[in-house]
């Protein structure tokens, strides 16, 4: 029997954010519990540094460099790809979005964004191959969704730029609270509707939260009672993350079908850099180097699990490098599917490390991402990565920013090895170029049995930062 498949997805949740990695001040029992009772993953990495990108790998197993969604609010997801929702429709699976979609506008005449075409980059998920949505474009505040709120964070009454479309239409009811309660209440009626009818479903569950603008409610900050008010805010989300969590494994219990449902959790990259109102950050790394827009592990290891009784076997910790770019493939593998042309996808098929039989990555994870060296934490724009070593670079002429480190002896990225590597460095660096050249076709249509136009130029290596 092919299983349900839920995607679920937190917003700028740190490595350490969590219980099943260690952190002992967060409340997060039912996630720990669900990773318990399947695969914890110590070496999972979002497919890109920031949110959008990260949300294209998702859906397609492709580099977003291929498609033109490089960094947040920019490009959009083109139709032309083929999707995880795309896919299990054509296998009679009903499908449902909830939450932050990111992957294009809303309305071809609106986008809160100002510099944003909003006609342009139309692409909302019921256009893309979604029966239900209950979607946003972009960040909204984790409390009462639809208020606005000033730059220090304080509300004001005027409505929130980016408001919630449910199935095409304006949403007006059921918006105030906890917003990541506000979409489990969309989402858990699309699941009973779909158990009821005897439809196999999937559903992409995209929290808000903890993405700034980061409120509590006065229970959840209660809990925290003895923290700042900063840190309230931002614990006491992530444990209101928990409880719809909670709430949604016990709905599949009660319908009888958690047995077979495939539950994945991750986040869409490290914990935010800038400061909170205290003055402090608030997400934890877990002590890895960098934190979001940066490729170092602080900014692209998330927490990760994988739910799926009779397969993923309770209590085992996969440590081989795994990505959300793999999510695709791996479903694929499982629906027994297979792709209509030889577009690249960069993803592998985890289903044999699920079944214990592979604990090596037969091909690296590649990453691109260019911003400002600040922003970046220092890491180099380009990288890839293979089982046990992380090469970083620009790609310039002399090298001189490259990087490398021995991710299993030194997974905080302190020694730089490029020195003692300079054949492998030579190597990667070669590799890169290839797959750069690939990036860069499929950009611009190569990939696709028909005209394409991108919505801007690809973006050449320079040998430096942004």
């Not at 170029?433 to 950009?443: D, G, I, T, V, Y």
């Amino acid at each position: 029997m092919r299983p349900n498949i839920i995607l679920m997805m937190c917003d700028d949740l740190g490595y350490g954010d969590v219980g099943f990695n260690g952190n002992e001040t967060i409340k997060t029992p039912n996630l720990d519990r669900l990773a318990n009772n399947g695969i914890r993953f110590t070496r999972f990495y979002a497919g890109g540094p920031v949110c959008s990108p990260t949300r294209g790998t998702c859906l397609t197993g492709r580099h977003y460099f291929r498609y033109g969604v490089t960094h947040a609010n920019r490009g959009h997801l083109p139709k032309q790809e083929i999707t995880l929702a795309r896919m299990l429709k054509s296998y009679g699976y009903t499908t449902g979005h909830f939450g932050k979609w990111h992957l294009g506008t809303l309305d071809p005449n609106y986008s809160g964004k100002p510099n944003r075409n909003p006609a342009r980059n139309y692409a909302p998920p019921w256009e893309r191959d979604y029966d239900v949505s209950f979607a946003t474009e972009y960040a909204v505040p984790t409390w009462d969704p639809t208020v606005g709120v000033q730059k220090n964070e304080r509300r004001v009454d005027r409505p929130w730029a980016s408001p919630y479309y449910e199935n095409r239409e304006l949403a007006t009811e059921n918006l105030e609270g906890c917003d990541s309660r506000v979409l489990m209440d969309r989402a858990i009626p699309f699941i009973e509707k779909a158990v009821e009818n005897v439809e196999p479903f999937f559903a992409t569950i995209w929290f808000h939260a903890p993405h700034t603008p980061v409120f509590a409610g006065p229970e959840y900050r209660a809990m925290y009672a003895d923290y700042s008010d900063n840190e309230q805010h931002y614990y006491g989300c992530i444990t209101a993350i928990d409880d719809q969590v909670g709430r949604l494994y016990h709905t599949l219990a009660a319908w009888g079908v958690s047995q077979n449902t495939m539950i994945w959790f991750c986040s869409d990259n490290g914990p935010e850099g800038r400061t909170g109102r205290d003055g402090r950050n608030r997400g934890s790394t877990g002590g890895l180097r960098g934190r979001k827009r940066s490729l170092f592990d602080g900014g692209v290891g998330v927490p990760a699990l994988l739910h799926w009784q009779g397969h993923a076997e309770a209590g085992r910790v996969v440590d081989m490098p795994c990505s959300t770019l793999d999510y695709f493939p791996t479903i694929a593998e499982v629906m027994e599917f297979e792709m209509p042309d030889k577009r690249p996808i960069d993803g592998i098929n985890l289903l044999p490390t699920i079944e214990g039989n592979m604990t090596e990555r037969p091909t690296p994870i590649p990453y691109r991402f260019n911003s400002g060296k600040n922003a970046m934490f220092g890491a180099p724009t380009i990288a890839m990565m293979d089982n046990r070593y992380k090469c970083l670079t620009n790609l310039s002429n002399n090298g001189n920013e490259d990087l490398c480190f021995d991710m299993i002896e030194d997974r905080e990225e302190t020694t730089n090895l490029a020195n003692e590597q300079p054949e492998r460095m030579r190597k990667t660096r070669e590799t890169l170029r290839e797959w750069l050249n690939s990036c860069k076709n499929s950009h611009n249509g190569g990939d696709y049995d028909e005209e394409f136009e991108p919505v801007a130029s690809f973006e050449e290596v320079t040998g430096g930062w942004r």
